[in-house]
């Protein structure tokens, strides 16, 4: 599907691998509207490209309707959707002080995989409404899960969980949005340069690059970006988690 006149929405596009999507499909013609928690941000990306910005709770359905809403009327049709909104969470299923929380699990669910999902159901609904293209296509759902849902770290039992749920909806979403020509493909990052990582002294982030084959650095926003554009362009990418990791396999920690 041709970027060029698409509108699109990202949520979590304020920072991190969403900003860079979002300056990426600015950038190649799209009108974006972003939709995030952090208006400071969030309002600062949307000026410099000269989109649009909702704030919105992912896991809010209201609040997430009514930015696929916006996108949609001030876009003339959403027809790109990308969620990269998520949060991390380090803690093991047992320790001598006690079980795994259940409430740190539930939450990191719910903002991940409830959050992805929510987004994913409100915008391939209102992409039904677009006139299909030559080919057919209404619209394309990206979603964002991580190499953890494959290769889980010690700690990770929550975040790996919540990114195999994404992993896991990708197929059979895109088959019930399939005759309608809607795709969903979901792209799992390994290590990038996020605002996660930055907090990291120097010498670890560097550690953590050196670990990938190759390239042995730390992932660039912007490749994730242009991975999102290429999944637009090529109709061909349905049904399908994409790993983006320099051929990383996580060890237990």
């Excluded at 409404?129 to 990770?156: H, K, L």
Aim: overall charge negative; aromatic content about 4%.
């Amino acid at each position: 599907m041709e970027v060029r006149g698409a509108g699109a929405l990202v949520a979590g596009g304020a920072s991190g691998l969403g900003a860079a999507t979002a300056r990426g499909l600015a950038a190649a013609g799209a009108r974006v509207t972003i939709a995030d928690l952090d208006p400071e941000r969030g309002e600062a990306v949307a000026t410099e490209i000269g989109g649009g910005f909702v704030r919105a709770d992912v896991t809010d359905a209201a609040a997430v309707e009514a930015a696929v809403a916006t996108a949609a009327a001030a876009n003339g049709g959403l027809r790109i959707s990308v969620c990269c909104a998520g949060i991390g969470w380090a803690e093991r299923l047992a320790r001598a002080r006690g079980p795994h929380e259940l409430d740190h699990f539930a939450n990191v669910v719910k903002v991940n995989l409830i959050g992805t999902f929510n987004v994913l159901r409100l915008a391939a609904h209102a992409m039904l409404a677009n006139e299909p293209t030559e080919d057919g296509e209404r619209g394309v759902c990206v979603n964002t899960a991580s190499i953890a849902a494959f290769d889980g770290q010690i700690g990770q039992v929550a975040y790996a969980a919540s990114k195999g749920g994404i992993v896991g909806m990708t197929l059979p979403a895109a088959r019930d949005v399939a005759s309608k020509g809607v795709r969903v493909v979901t792209i799992a990052p390994g290590l990038f340069d996020t605002p996660l990582l930055a907090a990291l002294p120097e010498p670890a982030r560097e550690a953590l690059g050196a670990g990938i084959p190759f390239p042995s650095r730390l992932g660039r926003p912007e490749e994730y970006a242009n991975l999102v554009g290429q999944i637009v362009a090529n109709p061909m990418l349905n049904g399908e988690t994409i790993r983006l990791d320099g051929a990383l396999r996580m060890p237990p920690k």
